[in-house]
């Protein structure tokens, strides 16, 4: 008798354990980049801000003294345009930059939200202001280090 | 930080029932009988997943299993089940969808030295299941760029590899009928899935994760001589090593 009274207590313990969600904390996914001059890390000196060329939508607004980027990528376009544009002492350049890239779904959970990874394919741009962007790392996830060096002209160019 | 106190009490529990069989353990021997070489075989069925499908849980590992007796001691065991899970998140959108078949073989030890028609297990399991799942978003936003469109990644390939350890008892209820409980640790030793995310569950194992809990109440059908004296006989014997 106090066997059965056990084995059925036990049963209901275990069919009522609670369950715990095991989100990854910081889930952001971003594509970085440092700008470089003359082959060191510089910093902009003028505002810059990027926005998607197709929707228009506001990815950096106005920052100042900027070293580096973090930019999120679409998740279902194939090449994202990104317009750079600097405002300087009395001056504007602009600058688009198209990025091909593939998108891989990541999914962890149910109750955990879903992101996206990328793998960047390619980058060019127009060559106003950047000279030339190298990718060193190509895969665009959960990595918080470069994918991409921004080289901009020198004053000796 | 709930779920290390339920296992606790869970352990507890584990003690308190199984300290009958340590306290029988401490009668005076009476009568030495060594345990036949095949003690026959037994089919089991595990209560438990049934149940949790039958009230809806999120997930249902429901199995049968089969093992051959031999000197009461060492008891080979297969189980064979299918693992179901639907689920869909409360926040996210996010659906996972998995019913597959999964086994396991090990071997159960009865430390029970008496063949009173109690058995105190020691358990060992390795278990395999491959497996496809269904993940989807039927309408899933990009938040930066605001496009919506549905997620639907249908019959990914998966395959996870456990090991299983535990300790279980049964006892008999009537004649060649009984009740056997068991709780298990799991650990996972191996998977395999795409890319696009790790599987929520793996049937057999439960919920995806590094390690787990799992427990069975099984019952038990002894097809042979598995509790070759009845417990209706006083006279406990004690099998030779």
């Known amino acids: 008798m106090r066997h059965g009274f056990l084995f059925i207590l036990s049963s209901l313990l275990l069919l009522s354990a609670c369950e715990s969600y ?9 594509m970085y980049g440092t700008f470089y001059k003359d082959g060191a890390v510089v910093q902009l000196n003028d505002t810059l801000t990027i926005t998607s060329g197709k929707s228009g939508r506001m990815l950096l607004n106005g920052a100042l003294y900027e070293t580096s980027i973090n930019i999120p990528l679409s998740y279902w376009q194939e090449e994202d345009t990104l317009v750079f544009r600097v405002n300087g002492n009395g001056y504007i350049l602009r600058d688009s930059v198209w990025i091909t890239k593939t998108n891989q779904v990541h999914y962890e959970s149910p109750d955990c939200p879903t992101t996206f990874f990328h793998t960047i394919q390619s980058v060019r741009s127009t060559h106003l202001f950047i000279k030339d962007i190298t990718v060193i790392r190509s895969s665009v996830n959960y990595e918080t280090t470069d994918n991409l060096q921004i080289h901009l002209y020198s004053s000796s160019d | 930080m709930k779920r290390p106190i339920i296992c606790r009490y869970i352990c507890i529990l584990l003690l308190i029932s199984l300290a009958p069989f340590s306290l029988q353990a401490k009668k005076p021997k009476q009568k030495v009988e060594k345990a036949p070489l095949f003690g026959g075989v037994a089919v089991s069925a ?16 429901m199995e049968v299993g089969a093992r051959i007796n031999i000197r009461d001691k060492y008891f080979p065991v297969g189980e064979l089940g299918i693992g179901d899970c639907h689920r869909d998140g409360a926040e996210t959108n996010n659906t996972f969808s998995a019913t597959a078949p999964y086994m396991r073989f090990g071997m159960d030890y009865n430390f029970n ?11 060992f399991r390795y278990g395999i299941s491959r497996f496809k799942y ?16 549905p997620i639907e990644l249908k019959g990914q390939k998966a395959t996870g590899q456990w090991i299983e350890i535990g300790a279980g008892a049964e ?23 795409p890319d696009g995310g790790e599987p929520y569950f793996i049937p057999g194992f439960g919920k995806n ?9 099984n019952l038990i059908f002894d097809l042979g001589q598995g509790s070759f004296k009845s417990s209706k006989s006083k006279g406990e014997t004690k099998t030779n090593k």
């Open chain 1, 22 to 30: 095991d989100c990854t904390l910081y889930n952001y996914v971003g």
């Open chain 2, 46 to 61: 595990d209560l438990v997943g049934f149940a949790m499908k039958a009230v809806g849980a999120k997930y249902a590992n």
């Open chain 2, 113 to 123: 030295k008496k063949h009173n028609g109690n058995r105190l297990f020691g358990i």
């Open chain 2, 134 to 149: 269904d993940i989807g978003n039927p309408s899933f936003t990009d938040p930066v760029y605001g496009t919506t469109r």
């Open chain 2, 171 to 193: 006892t008999k209820l009537w004649r060649f009928i009984r009740l056997g409980w068991s709780l298990r640790y799991k650990f996972r030793i191996s998977q395999k899935h």
């Open chain 2, 209 to 217: 994760d590094s390690n787990g809990w799992g427990g069975t109440v």
